[in-house]
Each structure stands twice: as C-alpha cells, then as structure tokens.
C-alpha cells in the first residue's frame, strides 16, 4: 500500500465555504522509498472566503494565485502524478484512477482536516473519491508514542503541533510560514523517526 503524505494550504477553516490553495505531497512506496514530491497553488473559485488570518500563515496573497491552476485540473493531475510515479500504467482515455489509487493511504499532520477539504473538493466537482479510505495521523501517532516515553521517564514535547514533534526529532522549518511541500516533507521525516522508535519498544514477555 502506497503512502501519500499530504499537507494542504487553506483560505480558511471551513471545507464547504473555503477552499484549497496549495498541495503539497511526499509520495513513499509500501516500504516507505520516496518516489517523488509534488506542489502546486491553486486558485480559488470563492475570492471572498480569502481571509488574511489564513494569509499570515501560509505568506500566499490572491496575487501570488493568479497564474495557479483551478482544482479541477488539480485533483487529476495529482492522480495523474501519483500513477506515473508509482509506475501503474492507466489505460489511455481511462479518467477514472479509482482502480489504481484504492490503495494508497493519505498520511499527514492531523490529516483528517485535510482529508476533508480535499473531499469536499472531489464532491465540489462531481468526481469520484479515488484513495484509501485508511488513513496515517501523525498527531495520533506521536500522542501514543509520547505516552509510553512519558510513562517511562522520557522527556516528550508539551504539545503535538508539527512544530513541536519535529523539534524534538531535531528537524524544524526553514522559516515560519506553511509551505505545503515542506510540511510534507517534515511530517514524512517525523513519521519516520516515530516508527523507529516503535521499532525499538519491546513488550515484557
């Protein structure tokens, strides 16, 4: 099964009012192998839901959307992508990927946020939901990893924002905006870390 880490950029906090305006994604195989990294803008169909709160997180204005494509050649372009990365050859002329991309598992920082906008963009334009219905949480993961390292007198982080899990992975951004792509990558390499750490917890017998 194929693992997509995502991390979407938002004009607000509402999946059926605001909109996605930027992917990001970190494709891995099922032995977690990186196979390709993805980003685009998107522009947004509903101008008006563009709230300068979001503005101030992810340092991308209307302007900087101008050139950027609509959703609806977003979302099978990054089908598009996915198959051609993962090696599947989609029949010509064949618009539905659902065969080829049941499988793959949406992975990311409190992932279910953007699961659901990303959702509401495939019913937003009548298109069939094509991935896993599986998901990877990071903020999951690390809540009950952190527990059993708290229980055994490790020090763990206070919170379980992406910031704080990868500091104390020793990773953090480049700067203090939400590029799509990079938290793609940071929440990936954090994924990582926390597996190897499971990998080392053993049961008393």
Known sequence: MPFLVLDLEMTGPEPDYNEIIQ??????????????????????????????????????????????????????ELEEWICQQLGIRVPKGQLDRTPFLRDVIICG?????????????????????????????????????FRILKANGRKVPDRLSLTAIANYFGFSREDGFHNALEDSVLTAKCMKEVFKLSEGMKLPV
Do not use: C
């Open 23 to 76: 992917i990001g994604a970190v494709l891995f195989d099922d032995s977690w192998v990186e196979k390709g990294q993805y980003l685009t803008n998107v522009y947004p169909e509903n101008k008006d839901a563009f709230s300068s709160s979001s503005e101030k997180i992810h340092n991308l204005s209307l302007a900087d959307l101008e050139d950027a494509p609509m959703i609806y050649d977003v979302l099978p």
């Open 109 to 145: 920082q409190s992932v279910i946020n953007d699961i659901n906008f990303l959702k509401e963009a495939y019913r937003y334009e009548k298109l069939k939901w094509p991935y896993s219905r599986v998901l990877l949480d990071l903020h999951t993961l690390a809540y009950f990893t």
